[in-house]
């Protein structure tokens, strides 16, 4: 018998954990059933199985998950949950890993909130990039929700005792039944002819249902379109709808919405009167800084003593001229050296002074003569001496 065939069960059990890990279909699976041999483990996991009239799974839900659970699950309550499938290797059991779970009866709108969430989150939906900055201090503030009811009244009261200087503007809307979806996008629409700061779009708490206007593409799309800022705030704390993800900001409930809208005015006044002691505190200082410069300059030499300033600059004046008239002598003495040097040379080089030493020149048709080739007899000269002139005749003329 050939025994290298044979593996494992921790192999075997490996090889297909590895294979539930790599099906992307078993990564993120919605199933629903009845939950049965529930436990709320000390460590604050659930255990418990899922199981329908033919099969069952064994369950795990942790607790950074279940935490965010509106309802406690209890034994053969009927439930929607998302999860995981992988393989528990120390019993070699499949299980599914729960994330998120909801009470059965709103299975069919939880899937619809799911894809459109997934399809607008793909298209850029819910981009930080699109976010606008909810403006600081609003002038104007309007409101897309429901006229009558809590929510309202809250955020109303709340704008007015926190900041009383903003000017509010409502626009009744349907908040809920199949018709609220037009008639919320109607009024978004409807706020930007209103020159408004910060626009806040909700309504109170209610179920899935209730709350299924804001999970509608056309009210996703109008919001993700409007110039204003808007401030989502639909249900309770542990609501999430399509509308808080596009908008460019998420309150938990409307009341926090109208706190997030506005400033507190008692902390603008002390901010306000923070700001007034920095800048009279600057001014004091700059103001007595320029006493102290004023008071250096007053004491100062020079301006208790000016004559002093014109006297040196005098000074320096003499100086600068006994400087200016000895440059001026030197270069009038270096020019007259430089020509008296060029007199003398040419000196040297005039011709005429040959004539103070017994020397004559001889010029024949007005050209000084220096071959006696060039004259034959009775021509006529003239001799150039020292203190004048000569004109003769050629008699002979011999080499």
């Known amino acids: 018998m050939k025994t290298n065939r044979y593996i494992t069960i921790s192999t075997l059990t490996r090889y297909l954990k590895d294979k539930f890990t790599k099906d992307e279909n078993l990564q993120n699976i919605y199933l629903k059933g009845e939950i049965s041999n529930f436990k709320s483990h000390s460590s604050g996991h659930y255990y418990f199985s899922l199981k329908d009239d033919f099969s069952k799974i064994n369950a795990i839900m942790f607790n950074s998950y279940n935490k965010k659970l509106n309802f406690t699950p209890k034994e053969g309550m009927k439930v929607l949950v998302c999860g995981r499938i992988n393989i528990y290797e120390p019993t070699g059991n499949y299980q599914i890993y729960v994330e998120e779970m909801q009470e059965d009866g709103i299975g069919n709108l939880y899937i619809e909130f799911e894809k459109l969430k997934e399809k607008l989150s793909k298209e850029g939906y819910f981009d930080d990039s699109h976010k606008k900055q909810i403006p600081k201090f609003p002038k104007r503030i309007g409101i897309v929700s429901s006229d009558t009811g809590a929510a309202i009244k809250d955020i109303i009261t709340t704008i007015k005792r926190r900041y009383p200087i903003c000017e509010i503007i409502l626009f009744p809307s349907l908040v809920q039944g199949d018709e609220a979806k037009y008639d ?35 009210v996703a799309k109008a919001i993700y379109d409007c110039d204003i800022p808007i401030i989502s705030a639909v249900g309770h704390e542990i609501d999430f709808t399509i509308s808080d993800f596009v908008a460019d900001l998420r309150a938990a409930t409307p009341t926090a919405a109208a706190e997030i809208a506005v400033p507190n005015i008692l902390d603008v006044s002390n901010y306000l009167a923070q700001i007034n002691i920095r800048v009279n505190e600057s001014m004091y200082q700059k103001i007595n800084y320029n006493y102290l410069l004023l008071d250096s300059f007053k004491n100062s030499y020079i301006i208790k003593n000016p004559l ?5 600059k005098k000074i320096k004046l003499d100086n600068l001229n006994e400087k200016l008239n000895s440059i001026i002598k030197n270069n009038l003495n270096d020019v007259n050296n430089n020509l008296n040097n060029l007199i003398e040379k040419l000196n040297l080089l005039n011709p005429l002074n040959i004539l103070d030493r017994g020397y004559s020149i001889t010029y024949f048709n007005d050209k000084i003569l220096s071959d006696a080739l060039k004259v034959k007899e009775n021509d006529e000269i003239k001799i150039v001496l020292k203190n004048g002139k000569i004109t003769s005749k050629i008699e002979k003329v011999e080499l």
């Open 184 to 218: 919320i996008v109607k009024n978004i629409e409807k706020a930007k002819d209103y020159n408004i700061d910060t626009l806040i779009v909700g309504r109170g708490g209610g179920s899935i249902e209730d709350l299924w206007p804001f999970n509608e593409e056309i």
């Open 308 to 312: 002093f300033l014109y006297e040196n």
